[in-house]
């Protein structure tokens, strides 16, 4: 079975602050994708990741792909009450195409 | 704009019954799949399908069935339900073979076996 492991699990800052998430394995993935889940309802993709190296922006949220494609990380700059929720990192797998789920990073953001 | 469909939300068993979890999705994507969510542990997958007459197991297959006789439905069997399979469950569907797709997921069905 091949694991993701997400830290850290629970995170609680207040808002303004900036925070970084982290999701390592020991296994290569072909991508890596990062899904935000709100109370209630399934994971949302936020973004893709394909290549070793890779960084993404999407306005205050930075993520990056490990050169070894076996990491990543979410940076989160000014956080805001709306970021809150249950942040997931998923892994690509060659071949068969499984999308392996890390342990997830519940956070939240203290007006 | 359907997306991934799931029926029931909410459902109750005693250990012992079977019930069927339905799922369809209207995107025509080849790749369906069943995860379970405990809390602490991510989401984490019972079976899959990359096409109509195509399933395969994942990580946490046992006490479940799939079949896949259509393109867009994906239904999960409890067999005989048991306290342990109490979770959230949720269905995904996605294009196959492309590095950069998307899952797409249902809005979970959560159970409880007494």
């Known amino acids: 079975t091949q694991l993701l492991e997400q830290s850290p699990q629970f995170l609680s800052i207040q808002e303004g602050e900036n925070l970084t998430v982290y999701c390592n394995s020991s296994s290569v993935f072909s991508s890596l994708q990062w899904y935000r889940q709100e109370p209630g309802e399934g994971p949302v993709l936020l973004v893709t990741v394909v290549t070793g190296g890779e960084v993404k922006k999407l306005k205050r949220l930075t993520f990056q792909f490990g050169d070894a494609r076996k990491d990543s990380s979410l940076h989160i700059t000014a956080a805001q009450p709306g970021d809150t929720g249950l942040y997931l990192c998923?892994?690509?797998?060659?071949?068969?195409?499984?999308?392996?789920f890390g342990t997830g990073t519940r956070l939240t953001i203290i007006p | 704009n359907a997306g991934v469909t799931q029926t029931p939300k909410f459902q109750v068993l005693k250990t012992g019954q079977s019930m069927t979890l339905q799922c369809a999705q209207d995107?025509?994507?080849?790749?369906m799949s069943w995860y379970r969510q405990d809390p602490g542990m991510g989401l984490r997958l019972i079976h899959y399908s990359v096409g109509a007459g195509i399933t395969d197991q994942g990580e946490v297959p046992n006490g479940y069935n799939v079949s896949r006789s259509t393109t867009e439905d994906f239904p999960l069997r409890l067999l005989s339900a048991a306290p342990s399979q109490t979770s959230v469950y949720f269905c995904?569907?996605?294009?196959?073979?492309?590095?950069?797709?998307?899952?797409?997921f249902g809005q979970g069905t959560r159970l409880t076996v007494v």
């Open positions: 998923a892994g690509l797998n060659f071949g068969n195409e499984k999308l392996t």
């Open positions: 995904a569907s996605s294009y196959y073979g492309r590095r950069n797709t998307e899952a797409f």
């Open positions: 995107m025509n994507h080849e790749y």
